[in-house]
């Protein structure tokens, strides 16, 4: 490929199969061809169905308007051995196209101007029109046309190399991301191949899984590496890794890539520390021992925590009473006969008193004047406290006043602390 402002020769088109030891050019052979003469006529079309006239033109022997026009005789082969390509600039595409359109050639009848911005300027195929004489020796049978393989330009590819790889080994069972760097690529034309190659030659082959799409600016590409032909090997397997161009079957330098044996355990659970067990007798107490189940007796109605304070109240007044009877009695403390029974003289149950003074009290009866429903008289018997007077009460009218005398101070510390 070379343009014309370059001044120099385009050189001439190697054939597909030519070597440096053996060189061969473009060549055609015409079937079941027994005329005197045929004319073939060369052009340059589009790489892509349908094949439209491409605007690049072809140069060398024989060759006129951008077209090459050889005629045959007395042979049905035919090659083309100096014929070169010359490069059409983007802003040059129409004008190239209408010189074609001038001339008349257009093999596959698709127009001059058919998608005419979206050529591909890199890469052309050669189409080769064979024209054959009537009975009047005009050539006016036409040949299906043939076209040869894509010809690419290969100033506008790079080499297939790999740069660099985030990962040179992956599980057998395939599926591992590996992020590749490399040289300017075509996204649309581009492989990454992985093969295995032995004494015999190459024993496995397969493509990494990716899109158009997972190629990043024409320098990178994200795949996911293929399966390996045995996904339950039990040692690593070496295996090799390179770029491969599907439209010319170019290769690049192949990289060394292991496939290992798959992880059984992928996320590393084993590897994370165990919790450890609790024993939950270390919990039990020699004195306390737990019990599985609690019994609640439904039967029994519960006490409400007012009864049980007073309930505590009580037994601790009657246990303080019992110190202070034996008290009293050391003291010399007088046991007296209700009037009413020595006024009577009737045979009944005594009831016991104990005579107190009124510093024993200290402030249990407030106001000096001891209620009678205390002592088990009437309200309207009711006297006041002359001092000095010993203060007679019955056993239950002691007990259930200081049972009071203790629930009010405890009242009135929990309203201090309020």
Known sequence: FRYECEGRSAGSLPGEHSTNEQKSFPTIRINNFNGPAAIVVVSCVTKDKPYCPHPHNLVGQDCRDGVCTVKVRGRNTVSFPNIGIQCCKRHDVEESLKLREKIRVDPFGTGYFRNMNNIDLNSVRLCFQVFLPDANKK?????????????????????????????????????DEVFLLCEKINKDDIQVRFFEETEDGISWEAFGDFASHDVRRQYAIVFRTPPYRDPHIQSSVQVFIQLRRPSDDEIGDPKPFQYIPQDPDPYGITNKRKRKEVNVESFYSDRIPLSVWHEVKVDEPEASP???????????AVSGLQRKDKTAAAAAATIVESPVQQQHQQPQQSTSCVSVGPSMLG???PGGVLGGSLLGTPVATRQPMTPGTPIVLTAEALTNLLASHMLMTQQQQQQQQQ
């Open 139 to 175: 050539f006016t049978h036409i040949v299906q046309p043939i076209v040869s393989q894509p010809i690419i330009d290969k100033k506008s590819i790079h080499d297939l190399v790999i740069c660099r790889l985030s990962r040179q080994s992956g599980y057998a069972g395939g599926g």
């Open 306 to 316: 007012t009864e049980d304070v007073k309930s505590r109240l009580k037994k601790k």
């Open 363 to 365: 402030g249990v009866l």
